[in-house]
């Protein structure tokens, strides 16, 4: 029978991770080879995949779930000790971030290679884009048409000033978004761009969900948000008054961001990690994430919820998401600079 143990999110402080560190020892039972312990800062979607996996392999998964910031000290703290097999994090700057802190190691699997597209993935290999998150124009569909809307940066021309909703700059989809921004456009450009959308004097709600909601209730007419969250609230209610539309088609692509995972450091499940992600990433898991999450899948080979698809195609951005983190400090302080909050 396949056993998914989710121990609970803990503080940050030192008591608390000494107390997580023991539970984790309890997990990572010696006489039980077949098995992987993947470390997840993502606490939806993936149990009917690892459930799949097993029922394949008939190697266990074990997880321990936890913040992202709280999972890289467990990991730093635990050093070659570290149960853990796999790291599952959402946002690309995040695994750049455990790439380059020396969390995660390099695969050699030309599966993976060929299943999730080179932009999805590290140019090392040490991580690989799971599912997609789409960093969306949303729009009422009673005040405003399509043919109104074009790109990111048309977001700061003055026809939307106090109809435009944001997320703060420390979010991170946002910080991805604008670190992107400087990879294509440079830190000058895209200054601009921000400084524009500021001048709109945006409405600044701190939850996606909230902000389409918002859009909704008239409170402002355009946003911006992962288009997911659009998707949950048209499952629940299939007259929600809000489209999502795909920017920057006849430029640089809509841009994307990911969940996704590596082989840590130090595993000592190493060929049964990379069989995890390997599977993780055929079509045959990629639909279930799809399902399940309303995300899109990274392998290209797979279909999306239906709800999602109603959408139609679009061109992403092919800048690879490695950009999120590697600009990530460049666009918080970009943000500051131009005063948006």
């Known amino acids: 029978m396949h056993r998914i143990r989710s121990v609970g999110r803990g503080a940050a402080a030192a008591l608390a991770l000494l107390g997580g560190l023991a539970a984790v020892g309890v997990l990572a039972s010696p006489a039980q080879t077949q098995e992987v312990v993947v470390y997840s800062a993502r606490h939806y979607g993936q149990e009917p995949a690892f459930e799949a996996f097993t029922r394949k392999t008939g190697i266990q998964i074990r997880m321990l779930n936890g913040g992202t910031g709280e999972l890289f000290e467990r990991l730093k703290a635990e050093g070659d000790r570290t149960p853990a097999d796999v790291l599952l994090t959402v946002d690309a700057g995040n695994l750049w971030n455990a790439a380059r802190s020396g969390l995660l190691q390099k695969m050699d699997s030309p599966e993976l290679q060929a299943n999730i597209p080179a932009h999805l993935r590290d140019p090392e290999m040490r991580w690989v884009g799971l599912t997609v998150r789409v960093r ?49 456009h440079g830190e000058a450009r895209t200054a601009e761009i921000v400084r524009g959308w500021t001048a709109n004097q945006p409405v600044i709600i701190n939850s996606d969900t909230k902000i389409l909601e918002a859009i909704a209730a008239g409170r402002c007419d355009v946003g911006l948000t992962n288009h997911y969250y659009l998707a949950r609230l048209l499952a629940k209610d299939p007259a929600f008054p809000v489209a999502p539309f795909w920017a920057n088609q006849a430029t640089t692509g809509t841009h994307v961001n990911i969940s996704g995972a590596g082989v840590t450091a130090h595993a000592k499940h190493r060929a049964q990690a990379i069989k995890l992600l390997e599977f993780l990433s055929s079509p045959e898991a990629q639909q279930m994430f799809a399902d399940v999450s309303f995300e899109y899948p990274a392998n290209p080979q797979a279909g999306v919820n239906p709800i999602v698809a109603r959408w139609g195609r679009f061109t992403q951005d092919d800048a690879n998401v490695a950009a999120a983190g590697e600009f990530q400090a460049a666009a918080t302080r970009l943000a500051d600079r131009v005063g948006y909050k």
């Open 136 to 184: 969306a124009i949303v729009y009422d569909t009673r005040r405003v048409k399509a043919a109104e809307l074009s790109t990111y940066e048309a977001l700061g021309d003055p026809k939307w000033k106090g109809r435009l909703c944001l997320r703060t700059s420390g979010y991170v989809y946002t910080q991805s978004l604008i670190a992107t921004m400087i990879k294509r």
